[in-house]
């Protein structure tokens, strides 16, 4: 049986053109076709998780059983009481399958676990995402057809844009008129086309003619050279317009279907700092970490009172956050030292903002001072995806 | 109710900027980040009586004084 990776070639956009037609036409109509879109979505997801993938396929519908149980089992316990130790337990339930397939290839002799499917981990955040507002008593009821839809919607499953329940449930039951689903078809063919320029000709451009090159130089050269500094902004360049490009695609399809995924990506090469890097680089995720884990974690620390200094809690908030973060990449050291390394970046940005609120009138500030900041975070940046790209691990470790 | 908030926010933002613009941005400018959200969300809950747990806070729908006195006022 035939088998496509989401948005890697031609036949499949041919493909989703072609699937997707009908429910275009019907939402010009104010429309929704949902036999129709559970068919296509199902036909998609088979597309990806079938043929050769047929074990991912099986391991991604035990894994949404699973899912579905404990969502379901948490909100009926939730219903009737509120232990923290049950949260506690049903976040770890949630997350296990998760920390099984990042585990066990340590154990395994790197082989994969057969629990693993891809976009395991962004499921992953949807559903704990999901458990929390349980929790908080803003998801009081869900209903099974709109839950499935949400955890598989097709065009986000391999790697986002991370969406939220109540966001998309918004989306998912609401009208749209006309004149609005217009603009939207425009906004969704920009960012297609946009993506295609990203992902085909950037990241191709960076990623497959000049990485490989650059790459075999630095290698050959030995320890740190001029070569290491090259590969370090072609890998920058190739992760961005790859991702970002990837991304356009899932927010695209998204549109076309009547679902505003949030925006991954909003230009973050210009950021002035770390903090506001990470409000412009993998949104979603950011966001996830900030709302689903600093926001918790530091709201749980002051109502207990466990700390008083305001600045060494918001420090305990993003070291803890990018630990996760970095474990969450996978675990082998440079994922784990590019997650301490924005810990630190961040809380060093933290205390110069600081410094600068005190001293105002002092610090210059113009066009010159703007410029540096911002080539400074970019080379920044650029350095943590270096550490990131595990080419320091080949370079001095292999 | 409206002195009281932009008492909170003068104080966690350190500036008055706060009581001048009441529809100034709080997280565009960068005059509350999250950790003062946090901050915020706790006094509110001390001095106003509201409780907003962290998942039900929406930026968008929080991120002006204005919109903020709203908030608190509807929630009372």
């Known amino acids: 049986m035939l088998n496509m990776q989401p948005y890697q070639d031609p036949t499949y956009f041919v493909l989703l053109a072609l699937g997707l037609l009908p429910i275009m036409i019907g939402m010009l109509y104010e429309k929704r076709f949902r036999v129709y879109e559970t068919i296509i979505s199902f036909l998609f997801l088979l597309l990806t998780f079938g043929g050769v993938k047929w074990e991912q396929g099986l391991a991604l519908i035990a894994y949404t059983i699973f899912e579905l149980l404990l969502i379901y089992g948490y909100l009926a316990y939730r219903k009737r009481k509120n232990a923290s130790l049950v949260f506690n337990l049903a976040v770890i339930l949630a997350i296990l399958p998760l920390v099984i397939v990042k585990v066990s290839p340590l154990f395994d002799q790197g082989r994969e676990s057969i629990l693993g499917f891809l976009g395991i981990s962004y499921l992953t955040f949807k559903v704990v995402g999901m458990i929390m507002e349980i929790r908080d008593g803003i998801i009081k009821a869900v209903n099974f057809k709109e839950v499935v839809h949400f955890l598989l919607f097709f065009p986000t499953i391999s790697s986002g844009p991370i969406d939220r329940y109540r966001r998309f449930l918004g989306d998912y039951q609401k009208k749209i008129k006309r004149d609005k689903y217009f603009k939207l078809l425009d906004k969704a063919i920009w960012y297609i086309f946009l993506g295609f320029l990203y992902k085909f000709i950037l990241a191709y451009f960076f990623g497959t003619l000049l990485l490989p090159k650059v790459s075999a130089l630095a290698l050959s050269h030995g320890g740190w050279s001029w070569w290491v500094v090259a590969y370090m902004y072609v890998y920058a360049m190739d992760l961005f317009f790859d991702f970002a490009g990837y991304s356009l695609f899932a927010v695209g399809i998204s549109y076309v279907m009547g679902v505003e995924t949030p925006m991954n990506f909003n230009k973050p090469f210009i950021s002035k700092n770390i903090k506001d890097f990470w409000n412009r680089w993998h949104m979603t995720l950011s966001f996830w970490f900030r709302d689903y884990i600093y926001m918790r974690l530091v709201f749980f620390i002051m109502k207990k009172k466990l700390m008083k200094n305001r600045v060494a809690i918001a420090n305990v908030g993003y070291l803890t956050l990018f630990l996760i973060m970095g474990f969450w990449h996978g675990l082998t050291w440079y994922y784990i030292v590019y997650g301490l390394y924005h810990a630190v970046a961040i809380i060093l940005c933290d205390a110069w903002l600081r410094f600068k609120k005190k001293h105002q009138e002092k610090i210059p500030h113009n066009k010159f001072t703007e410029a540096l900041a911002i080539f400074t975070t970019f080379n920044v940046v650029c350095f943590s995806f270096l550490i990131f790209s595990g080419f320091l691990d080949k370079l001095f470790f292999v | ?76």
């Open chain 2, 1 to 76: 109710m409206q002195d009281t908030v932009l008492d909170i926010l003068e104080e966690l933002t350190g500036s008055d900027e706060v009581r001048n613009d009441l529809d100034i941005d709080i997280f565009e400018t960068g005059l509350l980040d999250s950790m003062g959200t946090v901050q915020m969300l706790l006094e509110l809950q001390a001095q106003c009586g509201i409780d907003v747990p962290v998942s039900e806070f929406e930026r968008t729908e929080w991120n002006t004084p204005n919109k903020i006195i709203a908030k608190v006022e509807s929630m009372q």
